[in-house]
């Protein structure tokens, strides 16, 4: 059984930009494919918010 996912990009945004308004210094974590959004996409979603760091689980992501 498949599963996917639709995410409405205008709300998961402003979602991000409340909380990083809410917690300065924030660091962004992608962690193994970062839930299927994959480790590209989630970098520059990072680099859009204005951080310049991205966390990861491990050496390999």
Request: proline letters at 3%; aromatic letters at 12%.
């Amino acid at each position: 059984m498949a599963l996917s996912l639709y995410v409405d990009t205008a709300r998961w945004r402003a979602h991000q930009k409340s909380v990083i308004d809410q917690f300065p210094g924030l660091v962004p974590v992608c962690k193994g494919n970062g839930y299927g959004f994959g480790h590209e996409r989630l970098a520059d979603e990072t680099i859009r918010f204005g951080s310049d760091t991205l966390a990861v689980g491990t050496t390999y992501e």
